[in-house]
C-alpha cells in the first residue's frame, strides 16, 4: 500500500547577527485549508501570482509572556486583521529573502524535487497596524504564517498556507544588534 500523501512543514527560527544565521529552535507546522485555494488557483489556472511570497512575523510588546491563540485549519488572514484590535499585538509582513530552494526529501526517487524551503527575516520598525516592533518595547515574537500575497498592494488578497505558535519557552525576544530568521521547509509527500 502506498503512503498517505501529505504536506509537512518545519520550521526553523533563527537569531541573525552580522549576517550569522544562529538556530534558536526547529518544530512543525500547521496547513490551513486554504492551502487548496493557493494550490488550486497554482496548478489549475497556472497563476502564478498565488506563489508563496511571504511570512507574517507576529508579535506581542510585553515584559509578560505573550499568549498564544487557539485556532482551527480553517482560520484566515481574518484573524491578522483582527489583531488591529488588540493594543500590543501586530505582525510583520515581510516578503521571502529569495525564491524557496528546491530540494528531494530522502526516501524519494524517480523526480527532482518534492521540497520547498522559504526563508524570511524580520525588517522594519512598525508592524502592520502602526505597533512598534523594536526591543525598547519588549516585541515577543510568538507566531508565524506562510503566505500567498497575489496583490501586495492589498493584503486583504492574502492566503494562509501554514501557521506556527510558539509556547511560552520558546518564543523569541526582539534583540537590539540582530533581527529574527525564519526557514520554513515543506516537503510534498
Known amino acids: 500500500m502506498d503512503k498517505l500523501i501529505s504536506v509537512e512543514g518545519l520550521v526553523s527560527l533563527y537569531?541573525?547577527?552580522?549576517?550569522?544565521?544562529?538556530?534558536?529552535?526547529?518544530?512543525?507546522?500547521?496547513?490551513?485549508?486554504?492551502?487548496?485555494?493557493?494550490?488550486?488557483?497554482?496548478?489549475?489556472?497556472?497563476?502564478?501570482?498565488?506563489?508563496?511570497?511571504?511570512?507574517?512575523?507576529?508579535?506581542?510588546?510585553?515584559?509578560?509572556?505573550?499568549?498564544?491563540?487557539?485556532?482551527?485549519?480553517?482560520?484566515g488572514i481574518e484573524y491578522y486583521e483582527n489583531l488591529s484590535l488588540s493594543g500590543t499585538k501586530d505582525f510583520l509582513r515581510v516578503p521571502l529573502l529569495s525564491s524557496p530552494?528546491?530540494?528531494?526529501?530522502?526516501?524519494?526517487?524517480?523526480?527532482?524535487?518534492?521540497?520547498?524551503?522559504?526563508?524570511?527575516?524580520t525588517s522594519g520598525t512598525?508592524?502592520?497596524?502602526?505597533?512598534?516592533?523594536?526591543?525598547?518595547?519588549?516585541?515577543?515574537?510568538?507566531?508565524?504564517?506562510?503566505?500567498a500575497t497575489p496583490a501586495w498592494s492589498d493584503r486583504t488578497q492574502d492566503l494562509v498556507f501554514a501557521r506556527k505558535y510558539y509556547a511560552t519557552g520558546d518564543q523569541v525576544n526582539k534583540q537590539a544588534s540582530s533581527q529574527i530568521g525564519v526557514s520554513w521547509t515543506e516537503t510534498f509527500k
Not at 489556472?45 to 498564544?68: C, H, Q
Not at 526529501?105 to 524570511?120: E, H, V
Open 126 to 147: 512598525l508592524g502592520v497596524h502602526g505597533r512598534t516592533f523594536s526591543d525598547t518595547v519588549s516585541s515577543k515574537v510568538y507566531g508565524l504564517a506562510l503566505v
Open 101 to 121: 530552494s528546491k530540494t528531494l526529501a530522502s526516501g524519494y526517487s524517480n523526480i527532482n524535487f518534492n521540497r520547498l524551503t522559504f526563508l524570511a527575516q
Open 15 to 75: 537569531d541573525i547577527k552580522n549576517d550569522v544565521w544562529s538556530k534558536i529552535s526547529e518544530s512543525s507546522n500547521q496547513i490551513q485549508w486554504s492551502w487548496g485555494e493557493i494550490a488550486c488557483r497554482l496548478f489549475g489556472d497556472g497563476n502564478p501570482a498565488y506563489k508563496i511570497s511571504a511570512m507574517y512575523i507576529e508579535f506581542e510588546n510585553t515584559a509578560l509572556t505573550p499568549s498564544t491563540p487557539t485556532y482551527t485549519r480553517e482560520a
